[in-house]
């Protein structure tokens, strides 16, 4: 039994998933200090005011607390807005520059002889073997 544990947690997939999940933390990390330490402060000198979470209204003696979920939508937003100009964004240009060109598809003809489609260029059938005449 110990030993197909240990065959399971030796997989590539099972060790590349631990350490995409170690480095996901990390770099959550610094986004969420990237958002926190620069971001929200640019906002705080534009608009004024850093913080919502003294936002609230009262309905039937309830109090509703929005300015904690306006805070955590923004930092989401924020949050968001960085991994895709900071991450998305790079790695697609990267991708895109390193993408080899799509080749087109062989032009094909018909066999006069089957009706197969075979390539333009065959000088015979690779079904029937007829000889044919290059167009």
């Known amino acids: 039994m110990l030993k197909g544990f240990g065959n ?23 986004v969420t ?38 805070n955590a939508l923004i930092a989401f937003l924020l949050v968001a807005l960085a991994i895709y100009f900071f991450v998305v964004v790079p790695m697609n240009a990267v ?6 060109p799509e080749e087109a598809p062989p032009a094909l003809r018909e066999c006069p002889e089957c009706l197969s489609e075979i390539l333009a260029a065959a000088k015979r059938c690779k079904y029937c073997t007829a000889v044919i005449a290059v167009a």
């Open 8 to 30: 399971f947690i030796m997989r590539g997939n099972v060790v590349d998933l631990a350490v995409a999940v170690v480095i996901g933390g990390a770099f959550g990390a610094i």
């Open 33 to 70: 200090a990237l958002v926190k330490d620069l971001v929200t402060p640019l906002i705080a000198a534009i608009f004024g005011k850093p913080d919502f979470s003294a936002l609230a209204f009262t309905v039937n003696g309830s109090k509703f607390a929005i300015g904690d979920f306006i």
């Open 95 to 100: 991708t895109q520059r390193f993408k080899k």
